[in-house]
């Protein structure tokens, strides 16, 4: 009963009437009540209606903010065509858009007065906004994902033109009486149909680049195959030094640059074409939002106050998502522009094969059909080929449509050509000189031999000069900027050794294992294990714990890039997965497998004491997980068995009087192991960083080669250092692996 105590009031208005108006009709009576029930519902019914106001602006934030970080991404990168890295197209964006464009989706809420129109007129610039920062994101999908994200995003954008269609022709948008339409509502009708008719260009732009986009990156994979090819020939693998890596680099960065799928999505004119759409879009919001400034004090529909948060947030977001597109369109036509290529652009419309190649294709395919009809499968063979050639002539057109689209940032950067060209003519009719400068034989070769790496789908379009220099300093900044991240405390622990001779003494042959299952040796997990003695060894100073922890944690850093390049099989990424949820315990909660290390102060005086505890514990481990074949074993079996072997091995190498050594001289010969072993693993970082340059998935060459440029600039001193010590007699393929080392330097050959 008290969930309809608001009805009380229209009760006791109702016994009033009927007790002080008996003279008027029960008819009358029963529609005035009617009437007052309805408007109490409604009152009732809309009074959630402003939080969802606040849910849709909220979401609008939720779009605005990774557009904002894509723009600072590539401001930060030098890269002023902006690549999507956060504002992508998926199922979570399109969710979120979804909510976004809750006002021109919703049917049947009158949106009466300026404001409330403006802010549902204004949702649509801003989802062209989204649509034409999102296009170069299509390019870093594969076919299937590609597919179903153009789908999903087709179903969001056909849903809300149908929604806004069927608004106008109720008048939810355009208010009026028939033909007799005011000035305003006739302009609110016309720009409704002007949104909808570019939220559609704009689909169809994303169609056409998808289809584009699918044939292109096998283009420039089969291109960037035969730089790859090239660029190996130019290395050599065996012990390279810095300069050469940074060439080799440098390369592969010109490869991800030009090669990079978004980037080959912002040079195609369907993006030029988009980005012409979306300035159009906001140039005419910027209008409307001028003329409905006088009356943002004033709305009626029942999202209340939270229409002017709507209006606000989505108008911030349509002009921060214009700057992207913008960019994209003026930067695609500096990439390749010249007066050469602009007069081909304007004489002649030619549409690329690879826009309409993958067409070709299907059509020329076979339809798997399981019919015995050879009539019905000459009929469905036909039909495919007449649908698909009329999707080639209309993939044709849209092409030729975007090209003249295109035309008018062309005709700016004409204008801006011709204005450089006369202050030119003007500063040499004056007589003041600038420098013009000419390139030597040896630059010039450079240049030709750089060009060898630039990707493009067109052969005949040389890339502008200025462009090949902007990515050659994005990766110098990268690298240099790397430079100032040099691990330091990695960098001391490894001058504390000179050789590598460690790697054979941190595990004998003649500790049999603990377990009947014989596992593969890595080189983290005996780093982890020897540091967590060496941290336990009793009265050592703080500092020198802390400063073997930190050298420690960055080295197994790049131990980790050693590892997952080179030792990538299943049996060794067992054993390093290991090693890496051991560190974790050791590191942050100075525990090891779930037991709490020996307190030098209370627990041991001795450091054969914490070693022995550490063998007998390991040993007990062991037994206990094979004989109950607990969960999580191998884990436990895999770190357990190699602290046995460790722990004996330092034992045995002291004869058992490992209590006659001083507390620091072992700790100093345990960290001088760990270093000689880091060391070894370390010196396989050129062939790691020559390797990671390397992808064969096109969409994460660009990710691949950084990681590349990232790891060559913090390691540029360690790759030096190393390359001073002479390396063991073994062959190039088996330095990766740390068992090779030590039995190596176990048994020496002659």
Known sequence: MSDLSWLNPLYQFQNQLESNCRSIPDGLLHLLWSYMYREEMQSRFSKPMVWIGIYIAVASLFCILPMLADLLHGFRNKKLWFPCKYFTLN?????????????????????????????????????????????????????????????ALAILVVTLVVNVCIQLETSVIAHGDGEYLSIATFYSWLIARFYVAMLLLLLVIHVCSALMILKSKQILFSKYKEGHETALKDLELQQPTVEKLNQHVSKYWIMAGTGSPQFMAVCSTTSSASGVICVSTTILHVIIMHYTRPYMKFYRSDYKWSVIVILITQFTGSILGTVAPLSRCFASLSFKVSIKWIWNQIRIFKVESYYTQKLSDWKRSSVPMKLSSRRCKIVIQDLKVLILSLCVGFQTMVVVACKLTALIPIFIVIGVLCCLQCWKWLKDMFGVSYNVSVKTPTQLQHIKDRNRYVLQLEDDIELAERTLEGILKSVNHVIQRAETQQPKNLMKLLEKSNCYEGVGKHDFHQVPPLTKEKYVDCWSLPVVTLTTIAVCLPNIQKHMIDGLLMSVSEGLRYVKHVEETLNARNEYAIIQKAAEMLWVEVEIYHIWLGNKM?????????????????????????????????????????????????????????????????????????????????????????????????????????????????????????????????????????????????????????
């Open 91 to 151: 199922a979570a964006s399109l969710t979120v858009i979804a909510v976004a464009m809750k006002l021109p989706m919703d049917l049947n809420n009158s949106m009466p007065l300026a404001v409330d129109l403006a802010a549902k007129l204004g949702s649509m610039p801003f989802m062209c906004a989204m649509m034409a920062n999102l296009l170069p994101s299509l390019a870093t999908m594969d076919s299937k994902e590609l597919l179903a994200n153009i789908i």
């Open 598 to 750: 020996p307190n030098p102060t209370h627990q041991f005086n001795t450091p054969k004491e914490i070693v022995q505890w550490f063998s007998d514990t390991a040993k007990n481990m062991v037994t206990e997980v094979e004989s109950k074949n607990m969960k999580g074993s191998l884990y436990t079996s895999v770190s357990a068995n190699s602290m046995y072997r460790i722990a004996k091995t330092i034992l045995l190498s002291h004869h058992d009087d490992i209590d006659q050594v001083s507390q620091e001289e072992l700790f100093v010969q345990l960290s001088s192991v760990i270093s000689q072993i880091l060391a070894a693993c370390l010196t396989n970082l050129p062939q790691v960083i020559a390797m990671k340059c390397h992808t064969s998935v096109i969409e994460k060459m660009d990710e691949s080669v950084h990681t590349a440029a990232q790891v060559l600039g913090e390691t540029m001193q360690i790759i030096n250092s190393l390359q001073d010590r002479e390396l063991p007699s073994l062959n190039p393929n088996e330095l990766p692996f740390i068992d090779k080392w030590r039995d190596f330097f176990l048994h020496p050959s002659p």
